[in-house]
C-alpha cells in the first residue's frame, strides 16, 4: 500500500502476518482489498488508524504468540480507544468465542472467507464487534490481484482450503474446503508478474497437488504455467503424498522450468501412528513414492514435515520415524511437537505423550536432521549449479546470495549482479544451511 506520507487524509492500516507462507499470500489479498478502499500503509502500530493480525491456528503455540500480542494491543486501545483492532484469519474461524472472551476490545473478527468485506466490516465496527466467519465453498478471490512484495519470487495462490482431514489437523476447519484458482486467472496474474521482472513462482496451497479446475490438473497447470516467457522457474508447496499423480511426476521430470525440489510431509514413519493420523498412505507407498520421484528426477531434494509425541506414539513408533528420516536421507526437515486442537478428529482421542518426552524426542530428531542436512549439502562440494541472483548477502561483506535448483541457498562472492539474473557457481564448501561458492 501507499505510504501514508503521501496521503496524509487517508485512514492508516497495520497488518501482521502470522503463520504458514498461505497466510502471507493472504495478507496481500487483504492489502489490495484495503488498498482499493483507501486504505494506505500505516509505519507501526503508533500511527495506524486500524490495526489487524492475520493468525495462525496450526499448533497451540502460534495462538499463544497471537494471545501474547493483543495483550500488547489491549493497551494501544486503552490509551487509544478510537484505533480500531481486528483479528483475521484461521485464529478468528478457531476459536472466535473463546478469543472474543480473551479480547473483547476486538472491534473486527474476520475468517479467511470474509476478507471482501473487510472495508464494510471496519467501518460499521462500533460498541459491537463486526464478526465474520463464515466459511464460502465459492471463494478464492481469483479476480483480487494481491499487492506482491518486491523481489524475483512471488508466492501465488492456486488453491485454497482443504479436504484432507487428517485427524491433528484444524486446517479442513479453519479454511474450508478445497477450491481451485481457474487456470485462467493464474495464467493473467503469473504473465503480469513476470512482465514485472518475477522470475520464479511458487505455486501455494495446502494440499496444491490436489489442484483441479475442470480438465486442468495440477500437472497440466504446471505445464502451462511454464509457457509463461520470463518465468525461469517454477516450485510448489505443499504437495500431499497422496496426491502426487504420474502426471505431476512427469510433469517435474520433462518441464526444466520445474525445478528439482519436492517438500513431501511424512509426519510419522510408523504404519500405526500414519492410520491413526488417517494420512491415507502407509510406509511402503511413501517410500515408493520417493523411489519413483527420485528416478524421474534426479537430483531431486526432498524435505518433510514430522510430528513427534502424537497420541499413542510409543518409542518404537518414534524409532520408525528417525529410521524411515535416516533410509530417505532429506534435505531438509520441519519438526513440531503434537498440539491436540479443538474440532479435529485427533481431539477426543487425548494426548497421551508427556510434554518432556515431546521434547526429548523432537530434540533428537532435530539432531539427526542436522547431521543429515550438514551430509546432503557437503555431497555437493565440488558441484556446479545455476543460481537465480536474490542480493546481498544477509551476512554483509561482499557475499551475494541467491537459491540453487533445489532451493539450497548459495552464497558467493560478487557484487553489483542485478537480482534476477542467472549465475553459475561451484560449490567450496558447505554448512547444513547454506553452500558456499565461487562463479565458476
Ligand atoms: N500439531 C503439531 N503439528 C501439526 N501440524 C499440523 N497440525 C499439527 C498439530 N496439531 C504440522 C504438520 C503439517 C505442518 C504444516 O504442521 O506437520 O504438515
Ligand atoms: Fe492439514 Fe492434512 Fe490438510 Fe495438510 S493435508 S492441511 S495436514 S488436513
Redesign the pocket.
Known sequence: MNDHAANPARPRVYLETYG?QMNVADSQTVSAVLRRAGYVTANGVEDADVVLLNTCA??EHAEEKVLHRLRELARLKNSRPEVKIGLLGCMAQHNRVAIMEKAAFLDVVAGPDSYRRLPEMIGSAGFDASIDVRLDRAETYADITPEYGGGVRAYVTAMRGCDKFCA???VPYVRGRERSIPPSDLMREIGELAARGVKEVVLLGQTVNAYRFGDVDFGALLRMIASIDGIDRIRFT?PHPSDMSESIIEAMATEPKVQPQLHL?L?SGSDRILAAMERGYTVAEYLDLVARVRAAIPGIALST???VGFHGENESDFEATTALMRSVGYDSA?M????V?EHTRAFRLGDSVSEEEKGRRLTALIALQEEMSLARNHEMIGREFPVLVEGPARRGGGMMSGKTPQFKTAIFAASGIPAGNTVRVRVDSATGHSLMCSIS
Open positions: 504458514c496450526i499448533r491433528f489437523c484444524v505443499s510431509p509426519q514435515d514430522i510430528i520441519f513440531f511437537k503434537y498440539s486442537r
